[in-house]
């Protein structure tokens, strides 16, 4: 499968743990992008890398979040401090130049 | 900021009835994207509309981006099971490489 590949797919931690989520992109896409979704609503953007440069970050980044792409393939997203509010799907796009965004299956994150 | 709005939230259709998602943005837009979650799925790529008015079709599909570039729509003629789901619109603007999402359109097809 040479598909955006998400791991772990559910992950259930305490609030005040810290958590991270990997994302392997489409292995000749150069972009990277974490959207987080909720029920009901359409993923929201959280921050794009562009090879291993990280170039825009959401508002909805607090200081707890980081995300890295240190080779340019791979990516992980930590978040620090799990709130209950932090409960969501956390997703993983890949593209290249054409923009069109190639979405992975998810990391379902539950804060107790 | 950008925002794209979707209407309508909900959708029942009968098993053959025509079926219409639109979508609004509050900047033009330089592409708009369309893309299909099915229940505890994830969003996949329908298509892309990068010109004014452009209308694009994908078999039972008709995809409308307006002459503003700021407006789109989503058509199914006949709609079947299969086509249950979430339909969601992506705007990108500008410079800016993230999509920002509609809230979607849940349709539901009753057999």
């Known amino acids: 499968d040479t598909g955006v590949s998400q791991d772990p797919r559910h992950k259930i931690t305490k609030r005040g743990q810290n958590v991270t989520f990997r994302c392997d992109p489409i292995?000749?896409?150069?972009?990277l992008y974490w959207y987080r979704q909720t029920l009901g609503q359409g993923p929201e953007f959280l921050t794009y890398?562009?090879?291993?440069?990280?170039?825009?970050k959401s508002r909805l980044l607090s200081d707890r979040f980081s995300a890295e792409r240190p080779k340019g393939s791979f990516s992980t997203l930590e978040i620090q401090r799990t709130e209950q509010g932090d409960s969501a799907m956390y997703l993983c796009?890949?593209?290249?130049?054409?923009?069109?965004?190639?979405f992975g299956p998810g990391t379902r994150l539950t804060v107790l | 900021g950008q925002q794209v709005m979707q209407i309508p939230q909900y959708q029942h259709v009968q098993e053959g009835e025509d079926f219409t998602t639109y979508c609004n943005s509050s900047?033009?837009?330089?592409?708009i994207q369309w893309y299909k979650q099915r229940p505890g799925g994830h969003p996949v790529f329908l298509i892309q509309?990068?010109?004014?008015?452009e209308v694009k079709k994908q078999k039972r599909l008709t995809f409308q981006f307006g002459e503003a570039k700021k407006n789109s729509s989503l058509h199914i003629t006949a709609t079947q099971t299969t086509d249950v789901g979430t339909y969601f619109c992506?705007?990108?603007?500008?410079?800016?490489?993230?999509?920002?999402f509609g809230s979607g359109t849940q349709l539901t097809v009753l057999p």
């Open positions: 890398f562009q090879n291993e440069a990280q170039l825009e």
């Open positions: 900047t033009t837009l330089s592409n």
């Open positions: 509309l990068v010109k004014s008015g």
């Open positions: 796009a890949s593209s290249l130049v054409v923009d069109t965004q190639y």
């Open positions: 992506a705007g990108q603007g500008g410079s800016a490489r993230q999509l920002t």
């Open positions: 292995s000749e896409h150069n972009r």
